[in-house]
T-cell receptor, first 114, second 112 residues
Framework: DSGVTQTPKHLITATGQRVTLRCSPR?????VYWYQQSLDQGLQFLIQ???????AKGNILERFSAQQFPDLHSELNLSSLELGDSALYFC?????????????FGPGTRLTVL | QQQVKQSPQSLIVQKGGIPIINCAYE??????FPWYQQFPGKGPALLIA?????SEKKEGRFTISFNKSAKQFSLHIMDSQPGDSATYFC???????????FGAGTRLFVKA
């Protein structure tokens, strides 16, 4: 158990809908990362937050947004969902924001868009 | 330039064999190269990591070899066991940067 929690575990929704994925980092970790994992794309970095502020952006679509709250939990919002958004979404956390930090991954949220 | 190319996509070895997974990168600013292991239904977990000031790092049965001039690094698993069956991701990041770029992953199956 990495200490990172993600809810929900599974999510099934329809095209055009909006969903929110939630992540609680390990105690003491200030950085939160979001990744998308699909079968043919591997792990794609979406976005990173550090202590409430956005630090780095990857291949995140404009339909997606994230934030990190004062209690350090983070939410990833996905809107106008398309079939191709079906994937595993992982949250990871680390102590600080530097790239040398070990990232601890949560168990993921499996999103299915029908 | 931001890519990390990983091969093979999948690998089957007999128990006791030495699977080797290779990764290559272009961005010379990368200076931290972690490997993550992912079991089905779980998130990836850090296995071992190397910085380019050394050419090899060993932790238990896992060894990373690093070739800075060729911009390549590889993971060797000695005396592989069925319990090592998992997906392995190489990754790269740079000092001052915040992104970690992951390879596409290698599915390893170790036959008993």
């Amino acid at each position: 158990d990495s200490g990172v929690t993600q809810t929900p575990k599974h999510l099934i929704t329809a095209t055009g809908q909006r969903v929110t994925l939630r992540c609680s980092p390990r105690s003491g970790d200030l950085s939160v990362y979001w990744y998308q994992q699909s079968l043919d794309q591997g792990l794609q970095f979406l976005i990173q937050y550090y202590n409430g502020e956005e630090r780095a952006k990857g291949n995140i679509l404009e339909r997606f947004s994230a934030q990190q709250f004062p209690d350090l939990h983070s939410e990833l919002n996905l809107s106008s969902l398309e079939l191709g958004d079906s994937a595993l979404y992982f949250c990871a956390s680390s102590k600080t924001s530097g790239s040398y930090n070990e990232q601890f991954f949560g168990p993921g949220t499996r999103l299915t868009v029908l | 330039q931001q890519q990390v190319k990983q091969s093979p996509q999948s690998l089957i070895v007999q128990k006791g064999g030495i699977p080797i997974i290779n990764c290559a990168y272009e961005n010379t600013a990368f200076d931290y190269f972690p490997w993550y292991q992912q079991f089905p239904g779980k998130g990836p977990a850090l296995l071992i990591a190397i910085r380019p000031d050394v050419s090899e790092k060993k932790e238990g049965r896992f060894t990373i070899s690093f070739n800075k001039s060729a911009k390549q690094f590889s993971l060797h698993i000695m005396d592989s066991q069925p319990g090592d069956s998992a997906t392995y991701f190489c990754a790269a990041s740079s000092t001052g940067g915040f992104k970690t770029i992951f390879g596409a992953g290698t599915r390893l199956f170790v036959k008993a």
